[in-house]
């Protein structure tokens, strides 16, 4: 008479267990350095951006609460794959190298590299490189097009870790042309420190820029990329995709089935 109880009490405290394992939040990785506008602090000190604000709109259409995660770009990847964050949402190419390591949702949004330099300044992209230094983040796309792409122009590619680095060493006048997310350019030169720069060229399709941006997973987490996939669907074709593009970068870089 016993057993029964005992097993009914059993399956009791595993259905529990699976209950408060469903119910925890999904951290959700982002770099911890502000990439603006797509992740960054807002007055309050809380992370806001076009990304921060989509990663919402994905977990509530999963019926998921989400935790935004800071993590050092570079070592983000193997944050992931150590279970330290559930997903990777910052801007991520779905690259070939890429999904050796970790897995991808469909694509969510695209937008290409662009060069920006001195507004004053001729520049012929990619003939007229020679001799200049270019400024680019590391593991990134752009990165990862220049070394391929540019070797041969002649222009000397300096690698920083943060992306601000970049700005800043251009405005400083250390770098004479960076390559960089057209978006976060267009924001860039909002600024008035940046009013005398301009956007000379944008990169064109090229391999090292993947698929589009997508969410970065574990290659065994089969489920919550089935599920993140029809939450991106169905953010895109609701139009919050597009509201939100449109309220944080001015232009609609959702990508459409």
Sequence with gaps: MKFPMMMATAVTALTLG???QAAEPLKVGISGEPYPPFT??????????FEVELAHAFCDAMGRECEIAPTGWSGIIPSLNAGRIDMIMNSMSITEKRKRVIDFTRPYYFTPGAYVAASDQ??????GLDGLVMGVQSATTNATYARRALRDSGVDIRLYDQAEQVNNDLLSG???VILADEIAMVQF?????????EIKATAPLHEAYGEGIGIGLRQEDDELREALNAAITTVIEDGTCA???EQYLSTDVCVYD
């Design 18 to 20: 699976h209950t408060a």
């Design 40 to 49: 960054y602090k807002a007055a309050s000190g809380d992370w806001t951006g």
């Design 122 to 127: 001729a520049l012929d992209i990619p003939d």
């Design 174 to 176: 250390r770098l004479d």
């Design 189 to 197: 030169l909002d600024r008035d420190e940046a009013e005398a720069f």
């Design 243 to 245: 509201s939100l593009s």
